[in-house]
C-alpha cells in the first residue's frame, strides 16, 4: 500500500535499527524505564525497539522458554494489564506512535495467547481495550493513515484469536459493526504483485479485514456466537465474497476452508441461515474464481479454479447437505390430485438456488464448469426439465466446435440415471401408486427443443462428424429411454397392473409422445445405408453409430420399424463377408467391428421379422449359416453370448427343437472351435480346411431338409425310439437328419476328408452332451450304432489314411464315453515312441510367433497332431505337449484334452489335473474331467474336489448341474455290481449335491433333488432296492443326508412314493414276523409322512406280541424316534390305549415313554402345572381344546395296571414323571393312589428330581386335602428333601420353593414344625447360598401373619445377600434378577427391616451402584418402610451428593436412572426434614436442576419448598447461581433468564401444563414432553427474582429478555387453573409493563399496544384473584409478543395486522381462523397448518370448547381433510386437535351427538391413506370411550354409538399395513373398554377381537418366548385421555415380552363378555397360561386364578367321566 509520506517508512526503518542498538531490554525494570522516557522522540525509539524484540512472525510457534515471552509476563507482572502503554497511548495523538503501540500490543497479546498459564496476564489487557472508551478509540483510527488501520486490524485479529477465542463472544458484542468504513475497509489491497506467501506473512489491510471476519465462524467459536454474527451481521459476512476473486490463492483457501469446516459442518448452525448466505449472489462471487484456472506458484498446485471448484461440489451436489435440497426425482414439489399430469408452470422445486447456479455456468467453455453442472443436475433431477429452456443451448445442426461442445453436453445430461428411488413411497420399498408427469419424464429423454427436427437434420447433414454427432446423442436419448421402459415395467409388475394400470397408461403415453420427437426411422434406415468414401476408421465409427440406432429403434419403438419396409436379414451379410482374420490383426476397428456384430445380432434378437430360414441373397446358405459361422469364429464373449441367446430364441421357436428348448445349446456347445491357416494337410496329404465352415454348411443343409419335411424324420426318430423303455426323451428330428445326410454324403463322395472328420467330431461331441440330458442311453447306442454303421472304412477315404483313422478314432471316443467304467483300459508301456519323442522336442523348440493368428493356428495344428498320431501316447507326452499348447493359445487346451481317448485316462496325469491351477479348470469341463477318469481316480477323494470345483468354478445354472449329475447316474447304472465304484460315484453326487442346494435358489433345487431321487434311474433304483451292501447303503444314505431335510414338508412330499414302498414292505413284514430290510426301512422312515407312521404304529399296536421280532421292534422304535419331532401334532391322532398296547411289547422305550407322555399332557391345559416350557416360538394354534366350554376331547380312563405299574417301577425316567404329573391333574384318584403309595416308602429309591414334579402336582392339585393324606413322618420327610440343600435346576428350584409354602401353608397341625426345620436348616447355609429359596419363600408367605418371625429372618438373609451381591463386579444373570424381583417386591409390601441391615445396604448401593435402576428402586423401597436415625439418613444424603459419578449420572439422558437418584434423595429429605434441610444439601441439587417439568424436576423444586418451610429462608439466596446449562456460568437472575432455551420456552406454551398448582400438592399428571418442557411455576418464581433483585436495565437486556419467551409464557399462565399462578403472573406483566414504559428500546410501541390489549381483557375481580383467560386469547397474544422480537418468523406480520385492525381481542372467537384457514397467499399451506396448530394448543379446557363451538370450528377442520385426502401433515395436524377435543367431557359428548363424529370416523379410517395414523385413531377412540358422557350416549343413541366405535375400531386395524406391539396394546386396551360398556353388540365385538387376535399372531413370531423372568406384571402404559402432543409418536417397546403379555390380559378380560361358543376363547386361554408360567404366581393373578380353574375343570370332568364309564 502507498503511504502518505513515502520517505516515512524508510526514516522509520533507519531508526529502528538504531534503536536495537540503544535500547537491549533484558527484564521488565529495562522495559519500564524506557517507557518512562518524556522525550517524544526517545519515546518513539523506545517503542519502536520494544516492538522489534517482542514481534512474533506470522505461523511462528512460540516455546514455553523464549525469551520474549519471559520477558512480557515479567513486564505485566511489574505492570498489571499494561497500564503504561495505555497512559502513553492516551496522552499522545501522533499517529506514528499510534501505529507502534497498537503493534506492539497486539504483539504482546500475541505472546500471552501462545501458552495457557499465561492467559491470565493478557485477559486484563483485553477487558481494557474492549471497553467502549478503547473500542472508540481503536475503531476511529478506521479513518485514519493506512499503517495505522493495518495495525488496528491486526490487533483485532490478534483479540479474537486470544485463547482459542475465549474472548470472542465479547469482542462481537464490543466492535460497533454500524460504522461506514467498513465498506472502504473490505476492498484495500496491497498495491503490487509480491511473491504469494507473502500474504499470510504480510497481509494487506483487506486480508486482515477477512480474517477479522472469518474469526467469528471458525471451528473454535461456539455455535451460539456463530449464529448471532450470522444473523445480526448478514452483510459484514457477505461483503468478504465481492472481491474474493481479485485475492490470492492463499486467502481464498483460507475463506473457503473457514466456511466449509466452521459453518457448514456445524450441526448447531441453523441450515436455513447458510443457505441464505450462500444464495446466488454469493456463489456468483464464487464462480468467477473458475476464470483464474492457471497455477499460481512454482509448484503449479495452486489453482483457485480447482479450489473453488471441490468447494461448489461440495455443498451443491450431496441431497440434504450444503444448498442442494433432497427432491422427489421426477415428482412436482406440490402434487394436485386434479392436475398431477401437467405441473403448474409457476411451480416450485426444492432447488431454486441451484437451478438459477445453473444458467450461469458455463458448460462449454471449461469442464470443471461442466462437471459442477452434471454433478448438481445429478443430484437434483427436478432441474433437468426446467434446464433446457433456461440455457438455450444451439442444438442447430452445423460443422462448429461449439456446437459439438453443446450436443456432447446435451447428451451427457440426458445420459444421467433414472431417478428410480423417487418412484418409491419415501421411507418405504413400496411403489407410488401414480407415475411422474408425462411432460417432466420426456423432457429428461427427449426435451422439446425440436430435438426431432435437429437430429434428422443432423443425421442427414453433409458432413460425417456432425452425423456421429448427432447419431451419439440421439443413442443416448434412445438409451435413456430404454432404461425408463425398463423400470417402469418393473414398477408395473411390483404393482401388478393390467393395462388399465396408471403406469401401464404412463408407459404407453411415453412411447406414443417420443415416437413424435424422434427422426423418422426411414432416416435412421438412410443414414446406415450411405456410401462414404472415407478412411476406415471413420468408417468404421459411423457403421457403429448407425447399427446401435438401429438396435435402440428396434428396442423402443418395434410398432414404428413394423411400419417400416426393411429386411433386417441383410444386416448379416456385412459381416459375415469381413475376414476375421484380417480384424483382428486390424487392431483399429477390430474393437468397433465387434460393437457393430453386437448392435445387429442385439436387433436381430428385438425384431419379430427375423427368421434363421431366410436366404441370403445370391447364395444357398440361409442366415443360420451365417450366423453359426459368427459364432465359431467370434472370440469376444459379449458377441458368443448374445449370439447364443439368439439362436436358442429363433431356433426354439421352429420346429426342429420346439419340444426341447434347451437342447439347442448342446448343438451349439458341440460346433467346432478350432481354427486353421490356409494351406494345412493332414499327414498323408488331405488337405484341411477350418472346421468351422464345413459343420455350419453341413448343418444348414440339415436344417433346410429338415424344416421341409419336418414328419418324414420324426417317423423316422419314432421308428428308431425303444417303444418300451419310456425313461428315453425324444430329441429333435433334425438329429435324424444329420444321420441321414451324414452316411449319403459318405456313402456318395460328397464331402471332404476335412469336413467328414469335422462332422465326425461335432456329432461325437453332440452325443455325448444329449447323454447328459437323457435318463436313458438306449437310443443314443442305437444312433451311435447307426453312425457307426455309416463311417465304416469302406465308406471312408480310402487314399487318406490318416483322416480315416481319425474318423473312426472319433466313433471309438463316442462309443467309450456312453460305457466309461466298463471297457478295461489300455495302458501301453511307460516308454515314449522315437517319433513321437523327436516331434515333441522339435515344437518345444519352436519360438512364439508375434502374429496372434499365427500362434492361435500353432495350437490347433499340435490339436490335429493328436488327432491324428497313430501312436499310443504316453502321460509324460501330453504333459509336455500341453505346455506348449498352453505356451501358444490357452484356450485350445479344451480341445486338447476333449480329443484324448477315454479309454487310455492320460487327462489326469497328462494334464496334471491334481495340482491343476485356476487358469486351467476354467478352460475344462466337468463331463470331460469325469469321463476321462479311472476307477483309481474317482476313488481319490482329490480327484472328486477338484472335479467338483471345475464344476462350480462358474456358478452353473440348475440344468448344467442336471447334466453332470445325469452322467454320473448312467456310469452307476452301468457298473452297479461294482461295490466299491458305485460308492465312490455317490460320495462325489453327494458332494455334488451339497454345494448345489447352497448355491441355488429354493425352486432350482427342489428341481434339482426331484431329478436325482425320482428321475434318474440307477438312484431311484438304489432307493428301492432291497439287497443293497452295508457300503453302498452308507453312501446312499450320505446322499439322503445332504439332499432331503425330513422337517420339510416339501422334501417328505416329493420321496412320498419311495417311503411309501418301504412302508409297505415293513407292513407285510410286521405281518410275516420276519425282516430281512430293517436298515434299508430305517433310512427312509426318516422321510415318512407323520400319517404313515401312525398307520405303521397303528398296524404294530394290532399285531400278535409274539409277531414283533426284534428286528421289528428295533425298526418300530426306529420310527417312533422319527415320530417323536412332530409329536405334538401327531398325539391327538393315536389313542391312548394303542400307545398302551404298545407299551407292553416296548417297557423299555424311552420315546414311547416320552410319546405316552406327550400324549397325557395334550390333554390337560399348557403351562397346568405353573411351569413354562421354554421356547424361542411358541405354536398356539397347536393348543388343545382343553376347557368345557369347547367341547374338548377327553383323556379317556386309563387301565389300573398301568398306573400301578407305574409306581412300582424301581427306575424313573423324566418321561415317568411327566405320565404321573400328568395323571394326577386329569384323574384324581391318581393322587390318592400317588399318596399310598408314598405313604408305603417306595419313594425314597427314586430320584428326587423325577419325584418332584409329582408331589408338585399332587399338592397343586388337591392342596389341604392331599397333605391330610400323607403320614406325620413322610411329610417331615418330604419336607427335609424339599429343604435347600444342594442345588436344583431352575425349574424344580421353583417347584421346590412352591411345594413349601403349600406345606406350611395348608398343614395347619405341623405348621410350626415345617417352619422351625426351615429356619434351622436356613441358619446352617452361608448367606450366599439359595438366596433365591430365601427370598422367594418370604415373598409367598409375606401375607401369612403366623409366620411373620420366619419372614424376617428370611427376608433379612436376602437384605445380606444384596449387601455382598452388590458390593461385587456389576452384572447380574437370570437368577440375581429373581433374587432382586422378590427382595423389591418384598421391600414395596411394606417390610420393617431392622437398620443394622438396612444401612451397610443402602452404603453399598450408594457407592456401587447408584447407577443400577433396580439397586435404587430397592433402596427406595427400604427408606418408605425403614425407621432410620437421623444421623443415618445425613450420612446416607451426604454419600450420595458426594459420590464421584453423581453429576454425571443425574445429568444423563436416561431418564428412568435420573428420576430413581432423585426420588431416593427425596424420600431421604422427608424422612427428617429438620436435620436434612442445610444448605449444604441443596446446594448440589440446584447444579442438576433443570427447570422443566419432569417429575424428576418437580421432585427436586419440592425439595427446595421444603427447605425454605424447614428453614424459614428463601431459597432465592440458593437459586441465584442457578444455570440452565451446565456448562454455562451465571451471575444473576438476569443472565438465567436470558439464557434460558427459548424454543423450550415456546414449546412451553404451546403444550402449557394447565394442571400446575402453586400449593404442595402433587399433582400425579404428565404432560407429552417432559423434559422438553420448562415448568411455569418455577418461570414465574425466577422472573419474579430478576425482577426484584435484577431487572434489565438497558435496552439490549430488555429485547435480549422478551427473546426468551418467558414475557410470552406469563401471558399463558393467565389460563391457568391454579388462582395463585394467575394472580402471580399478572402481577409480574403489570410490572414489566411499567419498566417498559421507561425504557428506550425500539420495540416498546409495539410490546405496550399487545400489554394494552391484555390489559383489557382482565376483568377486575373484587374479591378473589383475576378470571382465568381463555386460552385462545393468552396464545394469539403470546404469538404476537414473540414476534414482535422475532420479527423474520413468518406469523409476525400476520398476527400484527390482526392485533391493529381491531381496538380490542374478542376472547369468545377463534382468533384469525377464516384468515388463515382458507388464505390465499403463496404461504398458504404455512398458514393453514399453523392455525391447525393454534387450534389444537388452545383446546384445553371446557371454555376453550365452547369458543370453538360458536364458530363451528370442528366441521370447518373436518370438511377441510376430506377435501385434501393426500395431505398427511394437515390430516396428522387435525388427528392432533381432536385429540385434544375428546380430551373433555362435554365436546366429546357434543362432537359424538350433535357432529356424527363416529360416522365421520368411521369415513376416514376407510380411506387407504390412514395407514400411518393407527395409533393416533386408536388413541382418539379410547379418549371417547373414557371421556364421553356414557350414559348420555346410550340414552341417547340407544347403544348404537358403541357398535359403530367397534366398526371403527376394526376397520382401523384391517387397514393398518404395519402393525406392532404398541398399536396392539392400545388396541387390546380400546377392545377391554368396550368389552366392560353395557349394551356393547357381541356380534361387532367379536369381529373385532377376530382383527385383533389375526394381529397378535401375526406378531407372536418375533417375540423370544424362551426368557423366564418374575416381574410384577405388564407394563403399564400412559393413561387416557390422550393430547395432541407425542400423538403420532409410537412408544419404545423395551420388553416385547411383558407388552405381549399384558395385550393377551386385555383380550382374555375382555372375551370375558363374548358368547360361550367364541372361537378364539381356547387360543387366548392358552396364551394367558403360557403368561403365567413365564411370569410366576405373582406376576400374573389373572393367569394364576385360570390356571387353577383350568385345573379344576379338568379334575372335574374326568371324574363325570369315570362315573358316566361305570354307569354304562
Not at 346 to 368: F, H, M, P, Q, T
Not at 1118 to 1127: E, I, N
Not at 1361 to 1374: I, K, L, M, N, T
Not at 1676 to 1690: C, D, K, Q
Amino acid at each position: 500500500m502507498p503511504q502518505n509520506k513515502s520517505e516515512r517508512p524508510h526514516k522509520r526503518a533507519k531508526l529502528e535499527q538504531n534503536s536495537r542498538k540503544a535500547y537491549a531490554f533484558s527484564n521488565a525494570a529495562d522495559v519500564r524505564r524506557a517507557l518512562q522516557n518524556q522525550d517524544q522522540n526517545g519515546q518513539i525509539e523506545a517503542l519502536s525497539a520494544l516492538r522489534s524484540t517482542l514481534s512474533v512472525k506470522s505461523r511462528e510457534t512460540v516455546s514455553p522458554q523464549d525469551e520474549r515471552l519471559s520477558l512480557v509476563v515479567q513486564w505485566m507482572e511489574s505492570s498489571p494489564g499494561a497500564y503504561d502503554i495505555f497512559e502513553i497511548w492516551e496522552g499522545t495523538n501522533q499517529s506514528s506512535s499510534l501505529s507502534l503501540l497498537v503493534s506492539l500490543l497486539s504483539s504482546v497479546l500475541t505472546l500471552l495467547s501462545s501458552h495457557f498459564p499465561y492467559h491470565s496476564h493478557g485477559t486484563p489487557i483485553i477487558k481494557t481495550l474492549l471497553s467502549p472508551k478503547w473500542m472508540r478509540k481503536i475503531t476511529s483510527y478506521f479513518s485514519g493513515s493506512n499503517e495505522l488501520l493495518l495495525v488496528s486490524l491486526k490487533l483485532l485479529n490478534t483479540i479474537s484469536h486470544f485463547g482459542g477465542g475465549r474472548e470472542r463472544k465479547t469482542l462481537y458484542e464490543a466492535f460497533p459493526w454500524d460504522i461506514k468504513t467498513l465498506a472502504k475497509v473490505a476492498h484495500m489491497r496491497r498495491r503490487g504483485k509480491g511473491d504469494a506467501e507473502d500474504v499470510l506473512e504480510r497481509p494487506d489491510i483487506r486480508t486482515y479485514y477477512v480474517f477479522f471476519i472469518l474469526s467469528f465462524i471458525d471451528p473454535e467459536t461456539s455455535s451460539l456466537v456463530k449464529s448471532t454474527f450470522l444473523e445480526q451481521q448478514r452483510d459484514v459476512f457477505l461483503s468478504i465474497f465481492k472481491g474474493l476473486s481479485q485475492d490470492s490463492y492463499l486467502v481464498v483457501r483460507k475463506v473457503l476452508e473457514v466456511c466449509w469446516v466452521g459453518l457448514w459442518s456445524d450441526p448447531k448452525v441453523k441450515r436455513t441461515m447458510k443457505i441464505g448466505l450462500f444464495a446466488e449472489i454469493t456463489i456468483g462471487h464464487l464462480l468467477k474464481l473458475y476464470e483464474r484456472a492457471a497455477a499460481e506458484n512454482a509448484d503449479g498446485d495452486h489453482i483457485p479454479a480447482d479450489l473453488v471448484h471441490h468447494f461448489l461440489l461440495a455443498i451443491c451436489t450431496r441431497p440434504g447437505l450444503g444448498i442442494c435440497f433432497r427432491d422427489r426425482g421426477w415428482y412436482p414439489r406440490d402434487i394436485d390430485a386434479d392436475v398431477v399430469d401437467e405441473p403448474k408452470k409457476s411451480g416450485k422445486i426444492y432447488n431454486k438456488i441451484l437451478s438459477n447456479i445453473l444458467k450461469s455456468l458455463k458448460v462449454n467453455e471449461d469442464a470443471r464448469q461442466q462437471e459442477l453442472a452434471l454433478k448438481i443436475l445429478v443430484a437434483c433431477p427436478e432441474l433437468v426439465a426446467g434446464y433446457w429452456p433456461a440455457v438455450a443451448l444451439t442444438l442447430e445442426p452445423r460443422l462448429s466446435s461449439k456446437w459439438i461442445a453443446n450436443i456432447a453436453f446435451f447428451g451427457l445430461v440426458i445420459s444421467q440415471p433414472v431417478p428410480v428411488s423417487s418412484f418409491l413411497i419415501p421411507g418405504n420399498n413400496i411403489y407410488q401408486p401414480d407415475p411422474p408427469p408425462l411432460s417432466t419424464i420426456l423432457e429428461s429423454i427427449l426435451p422439446s427443443v425440436s430435438t426431432k427436427v435437429h437430429f434428422s437434420k443432423g443425421l442427414q447433414s453433409t458432413s460425417h462428424l456432425v452425423q456421429h454427432c448427432t447419431a451419439l446423442a440421439l443413442a443416448r436419448c434412445l438409451t435413456k429411454l430404454s432404461c425408463v421402459f425398463r423400470t417402469f415395467q418393473d414398477v408395473e409388475s411390483a404393482l401388478e397392473e393390467d393395462e388399465s394400470g396408471q403406469w401401464t397408461r404412463r408407459h404407453r403415453e411415453v412411447e406414443r409422445e417420443a415416437r413424435r420427437r424422434v427422426p423418422e426411422f426411414q432416416v435412421v434406415v438412410a443414414f446406415s445405408q450411405i456410401k462414404v468414401d472415407a478412411k476406415e476408421v471413420k468408417l468404421a465409427l459411423l457403421g457403429e453409430s448407425a447399427q446401435r440406432l438401429l438396435w435402440l429403434y428396434h428396442l423402443c419403438f418395434p410398432q414404428m420399424v413394423a411400419e417400416a419396409r426393411f429386411d433386417v436379414g441383410k444386416l448379416l451379410q456385412g459381416l459375415v463377408d469381413a475376414s476375421q482374420d484380417t480384424i483382428r490383426e486390424a487392431g483399429n476397428v477390430c474393437g468397433l467391428h465387434n460393437l457393430k456384430q453386437l448392435h445387429v445380432l442385439r436387433l436381430l434378437q428385438e425384431s419379430d421379422q427375423f427368421t434363421w430360414s431366410g436366404k441370403v441373397a445370391n447364395s444357398s446358405h440361409t442366415y443360420l449359416h451365417a450366423l453359426l459361422k459368427i459364432f465359431c469364429a467370434t472370440p469376444t464373449r459379449a458377441v458368443r453370448s448374445t449370439l447364443r441367446s439368439l439362436l436358442m430364441k429363433t431356433l426354439a421357436e421352429s420346429i426342429l427343437f420346439q419340444e426341447h428348448p434347451d437342447e439347442v445349446d448342446m448343438w451349439l456347445g458341440s460346433l467346432p472351435t478350432t481354427s486353421r491357416g490356409t494351406g494345412c494337410e493332414a499327414p498323408d496329404g488331405a488337405a484341411l480346411t477350418d472346421e468351422s465352415d464345413g459343420v455350419a454348411t453341413f448343418l444348414d443343409d440339415c436344417a433346410q431338409r429338415c424344416i421341409k419335411t419336418p414328419y418324414r424324420y420324426f417317423e423316422a426318430l419314432r421308428d428308431l425310439l425303444p417303444m418300451e423303455n419310456s425313461a428315453v426323451d425324444v430329441p429333435s428330428p433334425l438329429l435324424m437328419t444329420v444321420l441321414e445326410q451324414f452316411a449319403a454324403k459318405l456313402a456318395g463322395k460328397l464331402l471332404t476328408p476335412s469336413d467328414a472328420l469335422a462332422i465326425a467330431g461335432f456329432v461325437r461331441r453332440l452325443m455325448f452332451k444329449l447323454a447328459s440330458k437323457q435318463r436313458d442311453l438306449t437310443f443314443l447306442r442305437i444312433f451311435s450304432g447307426k453312425l457307426d454303421d455309416a463311417a465304416m472304412p469302406e465308406n471312408l477315404f480310402s487314399k487318406y489314411a490318416c483322416v480315416t483313422a481319425a474318423i473312426r478314432r472319433e466313433m471309438s471316443i463316442m462309443h467309450t464315453c456312453f460305457s466309461h467304467f466298463q471297457g478295461v483300459r489300455r495302458r501301453s508301456d511307460s516308454s515314449t515312441s522315437p517319433e513321437v519323442e523327436d516331434f515333441l522336442t522339435k515344437i518345444e523348440g519352436v519360438p512364439l510367433p508375434e502374429s496372434s493368428s499365427a500362434r492361435i493356428h500353432n495350437a490347433y495344428e499340435l490339436v490335429d497332431w493328436l488327432r491324428f498320431v497313430n501312436t499310443t501316447l504316453q502321460p509324460q507326452d501330453i504333459v509336455r505337449l500341453s505346455v506348449v499348447v498352453e505356451r501358444f493359445h490357452p484356450p485350445a487346451l479344451k480341445d486338447l484334452f476333449e480329443n484324448l481317448h477315454p479309454a487310455n485316462s492320460l487327462m489326469w496325469e497328462g494334464g496334471d489335473l491334481k495340482t491343476a491351477s485356476r487358469q486351467l479348470l476354467q478352460v475344462l469341463s466337468f463331463d470331460w474331467m469325469f469321463t476321462q477318469s479311472s476307477e483309481a481316480d474317482m476313488a481319490n477323494q482329490q480327484c472328486r474336489e477338484i472335479m467338483l470345483e471345475c464344476l462350480f468354478l462358474r456358478s452353473p445354472t440348475g440344468v448344467q448341474i442336471e447334466h453332470a449329475v445325469c452322467i454320473i447316474a448312467h456310469d452307476i447304472c452301468s457298473i452297479m455290481e461294482r461295490e466299491s465304484l458305485v460308492c465312490d460315484l455317490l460320495l462325489l453326487l453327494s458332494a455334488i449335491m451339497q454345494r448345489a442346494l447352497g448355491e441355488l435358489s429354493k425352486e432350482d433345487g427342489a428341481r434339482l433333488k426331484e431329478f436325482v431321487l425320482l428321475r434318474a434311474p440307477s438312484i431311484h433304483g438304489l432307493s428301492m432296492s432291497r439287497d443293497l451292501p452295508d457300503a453302498m447303503q452308507e453312501a446312499l444314505c450320505a446322499l439322503l443326508d445332504v439332499s432331503l431335510d425330513p422337517s420339510s414338508e416339501g422334501d417328505r412330499t416329493m420321496v412320498s412314493s419311495i417311503c411309501t414302498y418301504w412302508t409297505e414292505c415293513f407292513k407285510a413284514s410286521i405281518r410275516s414276523g420276519s425282516l430281512q430290510m430293517g436298515h434299508s426301512i430305517m433310512l427312509w422312515l426318516r422321510y415318512t409322512d407323520p400319517n404313515n407312521l401312525l398307520t405303521i404304529i397303528d398296524q404294530a399296536c394290532d399285531a400278535n406280541n409274539v409277531a414283533l421280532t426284534p428286528s421289528v421292534l428295533e425298526v418300530l422304535e426306529f420310527a417312533l424316534d422319527t415320530l417323536r419331532g412332530s409329536f405334538t401334532c401327531a398325539s391327538s391322532r393315536i389313542p391312548i390305549s394303542q400307545l398302551l398296547r404298545l407299551y407292553l411289547a416296548l417297557p423299555d422305550s424311552e420315546v414311547l415313554q416320552e410319546m405316552i407322555a406327550v400324549a397325557v399332557t395334550s390333554h390337560l391345559p399348557p403351562c397346568h402345572d405353573g411351569r413354562h416350557l421354554r421356547a424361542k416360538t411358541l405354536n398356539f394354534s397347536l393348543s388343545p381344546r382343553y376347557l368345557p366350554a369347547s367341547g374338548s376331547s377327553q383323556l379317556g380312563v386309563l387301565p389300573s395296571d398301568f398306573v400301578s405299574g407305574l409306581f412300582q417301577k424301581a427306575i424313573w425316567t423324566e418321561s415317568t414323571s411327566r405320565i404321573v404329573s400328568g395323571l394326577v391333574y386329569a384323574q384324581s384318584g391318581v393322587a390318592k393312589e400317588f399318596v399310598r403309595w408314598f405313604n408305603s416308602g417306595a419313594w425314597t429309591t427314586i430320584p428326587f428330581e423325577h419325584l418332584l414334579p409329582a408331589v408338585h402336582a399332587v399338592l397343586d392339585s388337591l392342596g389341604g386335602d392331599a397333605i391330610d393324606l400323607f403320614h406325620d413322618t413322610v411329610t417331615i420327610a418330604l419336607f427335609d428333601r424339599m429343604l435347600p440343600q444342594r442345588r436344583h435346576p431352575e425349574g424344580l428350584r421353583q417347584l421346590c420353593i412352591r411345594c413349601i409354602c403349600i406345606l406350611i401353608k395348608a398343614d395347619v397341625t405341623r405348621k410350626q414344625q415345617l417352619a422351625s426345620l426351615l429356619q434351622k436348616n436356613m441358619q446352617r447355609l452361608a448367606v450366599d447360598q439359595f438366596a433365591l429359596e430365601s427370598v422367594c419363600i418370604a415373598s409367598r408367605l409375606q401375607s401369612f401373619s403366623p409366620l411373620a418371625d420366619l419372614v424376617t429372618d428370611l427376608s433379612e438373609r436376602g437384605l445380606q445377600w444384596a449387601v455382598r451381591h452388590f458390593s461385587g463386579p456389576e452384572g447380574e444373570d437370570e437368577e440375581d434378577q429373581l433374587v432382586l424381583a422378590q427382595l423389591t417386591k418384598i421391600a414395596k409390601q411394606g417390610f420393617k427391616a431392622k437398620t443394622y441391615f438396612v444401612e451397610p445396604l443402602l452404603t453399598t448401593i450408594i457407592q456401587n451402584r447408584l447407577a443400577d435402576t433396580v439397586a435404587l428402586d430397592i433402596g427406595i423401597a427400604l427408606l418408605q418402610c425403614s425407621p432410620l436415625k437421623p444421623v443415618v439418613v445425613n450420612r446416607t444424603l451426604q454419600n450420595i451428593l458426594q459420590h464421584p459419578q453423581f453429576f454425571k449420572l443425574c445429568g444423563s439422558e436416561e431418564s428412568s436412572r435420573r428420576d430413581l437418584i432423585i426420588r431416593f434423595i427425596a424420600t431421604l429429605f422427608r424422612l427428617h426434614p429438620t436435620n436434612t434441610c442445610q444448605p449444604s444439601h441443596i446446594m448440589p441439587l440446584v447444579r442438576i436442576y433443570g427447570g422443566t417439568i419432569s417429575a424428576s424436576d418437580r421432585n427436586l423444586l419440592n425439595i427446595f419448598r421444603l427447605f425454605e418451610v424447614e428453614r424459614l429462608t428463601p431459597i432465592s439466596s440458593i437459586l441465584v447461581k442457578w444455570s440452565p446449562s451446565p456448562g454455562i456460568s451465571i451471575s444473576s437472575q438476569l443472565d438465567a433468564v436470558q439464557n434460558m432455551d427459548p424454543i423450550r420456552m415456546l414449546r412451553t406454551c404451546h403444550v402449557f401444563p394447565i394442571w400446575r398448582r402453586m400449593s404442595d400438592e402433587q399433582e400425579d399428571e404428565k404432560v407429552g414432553l417432559d423434559e422438553q418442557v420448562y415448568d411455569p411455576l418455577f418461570v414465574t418464581l425466577l422472573v419474579a427474582q430478576m425482577l426484584t433483585h435484577h431487572p434489565p436495565t438497558s435496552s439490549l437486556e430488555w429485547v435480549q429478555t422478551f427473546r426468551s419467551n418467558v414475557f410470552s409464557l406469563l401471558i399463558r399462565c393467565l389460563s391457568a387453573k391454579d388462582e395463585k399462578i394467575r394472580e402471580a403472573s399478572l402481577g409480574l406483566l403489570a410490572r414489566v409493563w411499567k419498566s417498559v414504559e421507561l425504557s428506550d428500546m425500539q420495540e416498546k410501541q409495539h410490546a405496550l399496544y399487545i400489554f394494552n390489549l391484555l390489559k383489557n381483557l382482565i376483568k377486575p375481580s373484587h374479591d378473589g384473584p383475576p378470571l382465568r383467560l381463555p386460552s385462545f386469547a393468552s396464545l394469539i397474544l403470546s404469538h404476537a409478543l414473540r414476534g414482535v422480537f422475532y420479527p423474520s418468523n413468518f406469523i409476525y406480520p400476520r398476527t400484527a395486522r390482526f392485533l391493529l385492525q381491531r381496538p380490542e381481542l374478542d376472547v369468545t372467537d377463534v382468533p384469525m381462523l377464516y384468515g388463515m384457514l382458507y388464505g390465499s397467499s403463496d404461504d398458504w399451506k404455512k398458514e393453514r397448518g399453523w392455525i391447525v396448530r393454534f387450534l389444537s394448543d388452545g383446546m384445553m379446557s371446557t371454555e376453550d370448547w365452547k369458543v370453538l363451538k360458536r364458530r363451528h370450528t370442528w366441521d370447518l377442520l373436518s370438511s377441510l381433510v376430506q377435501s385434501s385426502v393426500r395431505d398427511q401433515a394437515l390430516r396428522r395436524a387435525v388427528l392432533e386437535v381432536l385429540a385434544n377435543l375428546t380430551s373433555n367431557v362435554q365436546a366429546t359428548t357434543s362432537l359424538v351427538l350433535k357432529s356424527s363424529l363416529l360416522s365421520w370416523i368411521e369415513m376416514q379410517v376407510k380411506l387407504p391413506y390412514i395407514n400411518e395414523d393407527t395409533l393416533a385413531w386408536l388413541k382418539i377412540l379410547e379418549n371417547i370411550l373414557t371421556t364421553a358422557n356414557t350414559t348420555k350416549l346410550q340414552r341417547a343413541t340407544n347403544g348404537q354409538w358403541q357398535d359403530a366405535l367397534c366398526r371403527c375400531l376394526s376397520l382401523v386395524l384391517q387397514n393398518c399395513s404395519a402393525p406392532s406391539l404398541p398399536i396392539l396394546q392400545q388396541a387390546a386396551r380400546v377392545t377391554l373398554r368396550l368389552s366392560l360398556a353395557s349394551q356393547t353388540s357381541i356380534f361387532h365385538l367379536s369381529d373385532v377381537f377376530m382383527v385383533v387376535i389375526g394381529i397378535l399372531e401375526q406378531l407372536e413370531h418375533c417375540i423370544d418366548f424362551s426368557k423366564s423372568i418374575s416381574v410384577d406384571g405388564p407394563a403399564i402404559l400412559s393413561k387416557p385421555p390422550y393430547h395432541g402432543h407425542g400423538l403420532h409418536i409410537q412408544p419404545p417397546v423395551p420388553d416385547p415380552l411383558r407388552a405381549w403379555g399384558g395385550i393377551v390380559e386385555d383380550l382374555w378380560q375382555a372375551s370375558m363378555g363374548l358368547d360361550e361358543n367364541f372361537v378364539k376363547w381356547d387360543a387366548l386361554t392358552g396364551r394367558l397360561l403360557h403368561w403365567r408360567g413365564i411370569v410366576g404366581e405373582d406376576g400374573s393373578p389373572m393367569g394364576e386364578w385360570a390356571r387353577l380353574e383350568a385345573v379344576r375343570v379338568s379334575l372335574s370332568s374326568m371324574t363325570n367321566c369315570v362315573q358316566s364309564t361305570q354307569m354304562a
